[in-house]
């Protein structure tokens, strides 16, 4: 019989079999590095390392303070061989004992009496709030949450019916729409080579529609008389509907299909007629185009009404808003309840999206670009890189602060200007936390400065920020003459500007220099930040099984000691720490780099994506996207490392985040739908139309600009920015206006970007910083980044206007 070990753990002055087993330390593997090498884990690790060997780059263990004793031990693992027959354990089996030293002050490492349950481990929540106040929220959401269930469980999924026809040249096509609609007003969706509105003044080529009431004969209810029949019973009920179409088949053959949406309202009247059976609704189509045109036709009879939607789509997005200002609820929670409200309000207007439709408006090509990043970040953490570059450059800067935080902030602007802003942020996000860890320093305003400065970096070149993407792609801007030069070249003098203001501006909010630096000592927030950690890995851990349990109570058994270490520091006093440049060189000892081998592995991955990155404005060199290209770095770092714990790499990504960026995604194409985005772009061209001629140019730039800025900061930018370049397009096109096209698109550029700075959610970097602060351990509100954020955007606003009024409407630039 082959030997079979046995783990033995000495605690409590007494030998107890171990209950690690291998389920447990798959468990166990999946924890961050940090916490898997603390002493109070030893027995997994020992256990781990027994059954499978050292690790090939195995991490320093971390230094432990010894002010509480609790953890600044380890443990004695001894393999002996258990021979006694009288032994609860049989002949032959290998037996590894794990000796546990007491603790300091006679106590041991799990104490009797002020045990694990003698204080109150709190988690999963941010703020205590009264009962009273609990009781509202919880009440208020399953309201909300009744509502929206309500109108999902009694509305179907609408599906419409296409149908291709074929208008004649010279003739008119008829269709008899086949059943009543439920109110007055009849959708007619057509798809096909259209042009869209703001053609009207470029071609003189269109298809015509109109819907006709045909008046039935009392006496034969067969209605396959009705193509034929007499003009004397046919009335005309709407107003024509003109679509633009192209005035040649070459032209036709060439375009992409657009959908064009239109609402007839036949009056209550004529709706009484066609529901009592005394007539029915006929479409009647015409063109002028010298051939035939083919079109696809769809009937809708629920249309949805915009101006009720508008109302219920701002008031969803006010309640978002609510639940994050107010942190009445984790963002990613809110961002999922208001999707679902806004989805639950397009079922109670009869237009519920089907599934598939709400997977396409979830941007998988962000998705994709975020969690390939997040992968490359968690494994090339792993080399101790960051820490490395923290020290470095402390070490350079002379242990300056703001030399120091304009270094990162500089550094970050250039970065995300040539790569994508969000994946400068996922890079520079644990840099800067370490620094701020070894410099002493609250990494919260810092991290806001930062992720300031890469959306004003982003803002220079087309391929920095998705709204510029969004621009520069566009086929239409770039015949204009809008190219990577052209746009970056315009960009460069009012970014120049931005970030000399933003600088003073920053400077200014935080001149204190200890509002940069925590409020408490550094060894108290120390601990208060290890048990954040300690707490949010024990959160992450279900009761799902036993082995859960073991590691999870082990954890919750680390928060204890935490917290009674830190009741012991606050009680007794700290002290004073010293300055950095006196350990420098501890500094230097204590953050190397842990594993040469993987470093090497991941720079050869980060040159691949990074050159990748920049290849991607060239589409005819390589044809890769950003997302694809993400994905393929990180495929290619997981061969190189050849790991095998992947849980461990897999727990690290911000699936919080990703998820966010999920419904954040389908809430601003559900509010799209009800008809807000549109609703915007249409009283910004009213205004625009409204003042004198001379002062047009003027006037579009301002509104275009400040616009953007203030619903970028509110909505996401990405649908904002798609609707606003069609606006500034249509706006150039329109021969009556006779405004110039590039200082639109400058004006749109700058205020979609900048204005991402305003709020936590205004831009896909704000999220994505925050979501990685947050787990390591570190939080900002929504309230504390718009202190900081709001100021910043209007000021960068206010130049990006002076620049645009002398640059395109004294000097004419353009």
């Known amino acids: 019989m082959p030997p079979v070990e046995v783990t033995y753990i000495f605690a409590n002055g007494e030998w107890r079999k171990s209950q690690v087993t291998e389920a447990s330390l798959e468990i166990w593997r999946t924890l961050p590095a940090a916490i898997r090498q603390d002493p109070s884990l030893a027995s997994f690790r020992q256990e781990h390392e027994r059954l499978h060997g050292p690790d090939e780059d195995p991490l320093p263990n971390e230094d432990v303070s010894a002010d509480d004793g609790d953890d600044s031990h380890s443990k004695e693992f001894i393999t002996i061989k258990v021979t006694n027959p009288d032994s609860s354990v049989e002949d032959g089996k290998t037996t590894t004992v794990v000796a ?23 988690m999963g929540g941010h703020h205590e709030h009264g009962k009273l106040f609990g009781y509202i929220k919880i009440g208020t959401l399953l309201v909300v949450w009744l509502i929206f269930t309500g109108f999902l469980m009694s509305k179907h999924e609408k599906e419409l019916t296409p149908r291709q026809l074929s208008v004649p040249e010279g003739a008119y ?5 086949p059943e009543p609609s439920l109110g007055p007003r009849i959708g007619i969706n057509l798809k096909g080579a259209f042009l869209s509105d703001q053609h009207h003044n470029n071609t003189s080529t269109y298809l015509s529609v109109i819907l006709q009431l045909l008046y039935l004969p009392s006496n034969n209810s067969n209605m396959s008389f009705l193509s034929d029949y007499d003009a004397k019973y046919t009335e005309n009920i709407t107003n024509v509907w003109l679509v633009p179409i192209p005035s040649s088949l070459d032209v036709i053959d060439q375009m992409d299909e657009m959908t064009r949406k239109h609402v007839f309202d036949i009056g209550p009247i004529n709706h009484q007629k066609v529901t009592s059976g005394k007539a029915v609704v006929r479409m009647r189509l015409t063109t002028n185009l010298e051939a035939d045109f083919p079109t696809k036709f769809t009937y809708d009879p629920t249309p949805m009404d915009t101006e009720t939607g508008v109302i219920y789509a701002a008031i969803v997005l006010l309640g978002l808003y609510v639940l994050i200002i107010w942190e009445i609820v984790h963002r990613t929670f809110a961002a999922i309840i208001a999707s679902t409200l806004a989805i639950g309000v397009l079922a109670a207007m009869n237009e519920r999206p089907s599934m598939p439709k709400l997977i396409s408006w979830i941007d998988v090509e962000t998705l994709l670009l975020l969690f390939g990043m997040m992968i490359l970040v968690a494994i090339l953490s792993e080399t101790g890189i960051f820490d490395y ?22 550094f970050t602007a250039v970065m995300s200007s040539f790569l994508d802003n969000v994946t400068t942020v996922l890079l520079m996000t644990p ?8 410099m002493e320093l609250n990494p919260v305003p810092v991290l806001m400065s930062m992720v300031i400065y890469s959306n004003v970096g982003g803002t220079l070149t087309p391929v920095g920020d998705p709204p510029n993407v969004i621009i520069a792609s566009n086929s239409h801007i770039a015949k204009n003459g809008v190219n990577f030069a052209t746009f970056t070249l315009h960009m460069a003098i009012p970014i120049f500007f931005v970030m000399i203001t933003t600088y003073f501006q920053l400077r200014m909010k935080f001149k204190n220099i200890n509002d940069l630096r925590f409020s408490e ?7 208060r930040h290890e048990i954040a950690v300690w707490q949010r890995a024990a959160a992450s851990l279900s009761s799902y099984s ?4 073991l590691v999870r109570e082990t954890l919750l058994k680390k928060v204890n000691r935490l917290s009674r270490s830190l009741k012991k520091k606050l009680v007794t006093g700290s002290v004073p720490a010293e300055s950095y440049k006196a350990t420098l060189e501890e500094m230097k000892r204590k953050y190397p780099i842990r594993s040469k081998t993987l470093l090497v592995k991941s720079a050869i991955t980060l040159a691949f994506v990074i050159t990748f990155f920049f290849l991607h404005s060239a589409p005819d060199i390589q044809k890769l996207s950003l997302g694809w290209t993400a994905l393929l770095g990180a495929l290619l770092l997981l061969i190189l490392a050849d790991r095998e714990d992947i849980e461990s790499v897999i727990s690290r990504v911000e699936w919080s985040t990703l998820l966010f960026f999920a419904a954040l995604f389908i809430l601003m194409e559900a509010l799209s739908e009800l008809g807000l985005i549109d609703w915007i772009g249409k009283q910004t061209e009213n205004v625009i139309l409204s003042v004198s001629e001379e002062s047009r140019l003027a006037v579009a730039i301002l509104i275009i600009l400040w616009v953007s800025a203030f619903a970028s900061a509110f909505v996401d930018n990405i649908p904002l920015t798609t609707m606003m370049v069609k606006i500034a397009i249509g706006l150039a096109e329109n021969e009556a206006l006779d405004l110039p096209l590039q200082p639109l698109v400058w004006a749109l550029a700058l205020g979609a970007c900048l204005g991402g700075n305003g709020t936590l959610i205004g831009a896909s970097a704000n999220v994505v910083c925050a979501g990685v602060a947050e787990q390591h351990g570190y939080r900002f509100t929504f309230i504390e980044y718009f202190k900081v954020g709001f100021p910043v955007m209007v000021g960068s606003v206010i130049v990006s206007t002076i620049y645009l009024m002398f640059a395109h409407v004294v000097f004419t630039w353009h």
Do not use: F
Not at 546 to 549: A, F, G, M, N, P
């Open 100 to 122: 546990e030293p007491s603790e300091k002050n006679g106590q041991n490492m799990t104490t009797d009496g002020e045990g694990d349950d003698g204080h109150e481990t709190t």
């Open 173 to 177: 096509r008829t269709y008899i729409l």
């Open 389 to 410: 570059l923290a020290v470095y450059a402390y070490q350079v800067t002379n242990g300056k602060v703001w030399p120091l935080i304009n270094c990162l902030c500089v």
């Open 431 to 438: 840099v800067t936390i370490r620094l701020c860890e070894v």
């Open 521 to 527: 000592p550094q060894d108290v927030q120390e601990i």
């Open 546 to 549: 036993k082995d859960e349990d």
